[in-house]
């Protein structure tokens, strides 16, 4: 369905919002800026922006529903013949080699993990999204599999994937605070990425195959 203009206006003011305070907030720091600085620097109202965002963090990590989502839509987007682990491996494979944004390889993304290391409720934040992720992922891993309530294994496989995701997460940053280049990160990161897969056992990579159509 076509987007309505009321629609695309409502999408583009949310942007314009977020973009003018993620702009504020490394600037000058999650912590000293509030609503209202924000407000001002968009010529809105403190009510207009709590419209859009409920709650400060949600300002900084505003697409925070994409990432908690993310390996669930991986695992539901497997080929036939492929499992879970399999398809999360690709994804985040293609993703590296594109030196994506959404895996921390763009400049500046220093200054953007600076900023959560000085505050903490964004790192609390970005806890709780972590955990949402993993639960997501347990849940899509149960639907897909049939298993019951009481078995283990869907929470157990959600965990590994979940750390190769937060292994190279953290990888990822811990080079990128350093100023380096993200072409040459991403060259590393295929590395390590590989190791972590050699470090599977076959149960992980074999687990929630996708039948043939």
């Not at 994804?91 to 505050?119: H, K, N, T």
Request: proline residues 3%.
């Amino acid at each position: 369905m076509a987007e309505g203009l009321r629609e695309r206006k409502k999408r583009e003011t949310r942007q314009r919002i977020s973009d003018i305070a993620t702009g504020l907030f490394l600037e000058h720091g999650f912590v000293t800026v509030t609503i209202a600085d924000v407000a001002e620097a968009a010529d809105v109202s403190v009510n207009t922006v709590y419209n859009y965002f409920p709650a400060k963090e949600d300002l900084f990590f505003d697409r925070s529903q994409g990432v908690v989502d993310r390996l669930s839509r991986w695992v539901r987007g497997r080929d036939a013949g492929e499992s879970a682990t399999g398809a999360v491996l690709r994804e985040l494979r293609a993703e590296i080699e594109a030196v994506s944004p959404r895996m921390g390889l763009i400049e500046g993304y220093d200054r953007f993990m600076r900023c959560i290391e000085e505050a903490p409720p964004l790192r609390s934040r970005l806890w709780s999204m972590q955990q949402e992720l993993q639960d997501n992922l347990e849940a899509t891993l149960r639907e897909e599999t049939g298993a019951t309530a009481g078995d283990p294994l869907p929470g157990l496989i959600a965990g590994q994937i979940c750390w190769v995701h937060g292994t190279l997460f953290v990888a990822i940053g811990r080079e990128m605070v350093k100023g380096r280049n993200p072409d040459e990160v991403s060259r590393e990161m295929l590395v390590v990425l590989d190791d972590i897969e050699e470090l599977l056992g076959e149960k992980v990579l074999n687990y929630a195959v996708r039948g043939a159509a």
